[in-house]
């Protein structure tokens, strides 16, 4: 909820948050600790808020004064923030419905959401288990060591989302490559218009095809779709390609890869699973709540000032959403709300966002995660890390919350 504020107590200095993401939960601690808005610094000095809490984070998913066209960003219709800003192209995504609100925004997500509703997405089981074990299969023959996050994290995801979407199996390594430079926070400035337009140009392509040679897919299923309003343009049908392929797989990816680990690292939480007194579930939800895939989410722009507590966001700011920092909100999740425990009593979560904009694959995500993790720790009963859980090294991102890779001795 807002209320009106009863001091000018905004802090006046930004938290400056770490564009290497050394450390994701130490990071959201820091921002809860500074308020439930807060304002904050990212790389290149370009300046925001960052929503901490969960009940901040309801509220403002919610306030229609905070939108997601960039328009809206006054620093950047000033020209402060550059083209080349690392996380431009997250920021300012092009037309798709992560950029717009209202009726274009439901014209746009109605398309997308047809295509993961319960009962299609529940008809994909047999083919990710069909998927899963065949690439059990070949992770076996790679052990008996292993990046567990490039053999098996990585193409279960990228193989659904691209069968999914007539993605040639080919393609399937560049685009892990553009993704993982796009996501980066740390990249040469010089490279970002290249990567865009790489990005841009892959989809374009696959559009492309798909107007002149249908076939039986996703992209061919958006592009014939018929809605209020139109049917999606190449432009529209592109950036919304672009979405679905990045959601679609570098959430499952970070899923995959964190919960994982947090197993590998909680023996007694995994043991609870092994011996039927968990279900699987209930680790893919306390792993999306403890890491979430999504450590921060770009951007909400006030188009006026808005008001939360005793905190003032004028108008023309971009707003972020931490969910690092809500994931372990006490407020929510009680006083154990640091600590990985897979019995936990079940809580909402908002990792895959609130209202709107939620994303509509989240089923899928977790779908997968679900059939994904038993089939493997049953694979290999003896699993376990191949370096000490403090050499792993998290990607270079603010936004998606995973390593660089997960080492495994199977």
């Not at 990816?253 to 939480?269: E, F, G």
């Amino acid at each position: 909820m807002t209320t009106a504020p009863t001091a000018a107590t905004t802090p006046v200095l930004p938290v400056p948050m770490d564009p290497l993401a050394t450390d994701n939960a130490a990071e959201g601690a820091l921002l809860r600790a500074a308020g439930p808005v807060v304002p904050v610094e990212l790389m290149g000095g370009v300046r925001g808020w960052a929503v901490t809490s969960h009940e901040a984070a309801r509220a403002l998913l919610t306030d229609d004064r905070l939108v997601k066209n960039a328009q809206h960003w006054a620093a950047y219709q000033r020209g402060e923030v550059p083209k080349t800003w690392p996380l431009i192209g997250l920021a300012v995504p092009g037309p798709s419905m992560v950029t717009t609100d209202g009726a274009e925004h439901r014209r746009l997500r109605s398309i997308v959401a047809q295509a993961f509703t319960p009962r299609r997405v529940e008809a994909m089981r047999p083919g990710i288990e069909r998927m899963t074990a065949e690439l059990l299969d070949r992770v076996a023959e790679l052990g008996p060591e292993v990046d567990l996050k490039t053999v098996f994290a990585f193409p279960l995801p990228m193989t659904v989302i691209g069968t999914l979407l007539g993605v040639p199996v080919e393609d399937h390594v560049r685009i892990r490559e553009l993704y993982e430079r796009f996501f980066s926070s740390v990249k040469d400035p010089a490279e970002v218009p290249a990567i865009i337009a790489a990005l841009n140009a892959f989809v374009n392509d696959l559009v492309a095809k798909r107007r002149s040679a249908p076939g039986d897919d996703l992209t061919t299923a958006l592009l014939a779709a018929d809605v209020e309003g139109g049917a999606l343009t190449d432009a529209e049908a592109a950036a919304t390609l672009r979405v679905i392929i990045a959601a679609g797989h570098e959430t499952t990816v970070n899923l995959i890869t964190n919960a994982v680990r947090a197993l590998l690292t909680h023996p007694d939480q995994l043991e609870l699973v092994r011996k039927g007194e968990v279900e699987w579930a209930a680790v893919v939800e306390e792993s999306l709540r403890w890491t979430p895939p999504t450590s921060n989410f770009l951007f909400r722009f006030t188009t006026e000032e808005v008001v939360y507590g005793d905190v003032v966001i004028p108008a023309g700011e971009a707003v972020l959403v931490s969910y690092n920092a809500i994931g372990r909100d006490p407020a929510q999740h009680g006083v154990t709300a640091e600590v990985f425990d897979v019995t936990r009593e079940p809580s909402r979560i908002l990792s895959f966002g609130h209202g709107p904009h939620v994303c509509p694959g989240a089923s899928l995500a977790r779908l997968e995660a679900g059939i994904a993790l038993p089939a493997l720790f049953a694979r290999f009963p003896g699993l376990r890390l191949a370096v000490d859980d403090a050499e792993l090294r998290p990607s270079p991102s603010m936004v998606v919350n995973s390593l660089r890779g997960l080492p495994v001795v199977l």
